[in-house]
């Protein structure tokens, strides 16, 4: 008879790998589950009227040097200095793209609600001449 020591092995480490795969998977899906909800926290009291870029400053100082998040952040607030028109929703797009939960979106759309509700947009037709 053949000796299957060689094949159990085999499958033994393939076994563990793949375990080992998945544990990784789910600790990595975990932790940014985690930092969207702290970046979520950071950021409420922007959907109740407080300064965007202020609250993205205080955020961006709570994630580490380097980190995806933390750059995402910078960028966005470069945006918003830069941007004429502060135009927040790109800036949330950016944040956006590192911060992939459900709950970063709904609070960034809460956070544009809020926004509009205190800006009125000044349309002003051809102007007459008084003549």
């Known amino acids: 008879m053949p000796d299957h020591s060689l094949l159990f092995i085999c499958v033994g480490v393939a076994g563990g790998v793949v375990i ?38 205080k955020a961006s100082m709570q994630f580490p040097e380097k980190s995806l998040e933390k750059l995402a952040i910078d960028k966005a607030i470069m945006y918003l200095n830069r941007s004429i028109l502060r135009d927040y929703e790109t800036a949330f797009k950016i944040i956006e793209s590192v911060f992939t939960n459900k709950q970063v979106r709904e609070l960034h759309d809460a956070i544009l609600k809020e926004r509009a509700k205190h800006h009125i947009l000044l349309l002003s037709g051809k102007s007459e001449s008084s003549s």
């Open 20 to 57: 080992a795969a998945l544990a990784l998977f789910f600790l990595l899906r975990r932790s940014s589950s985690i930092k969207c909800a702290k970046y979520c926290e950071l950021m409420r009291g922007c959907a109740d009227g407080e300064d965007v870029k202020l609250s993205l400053v």
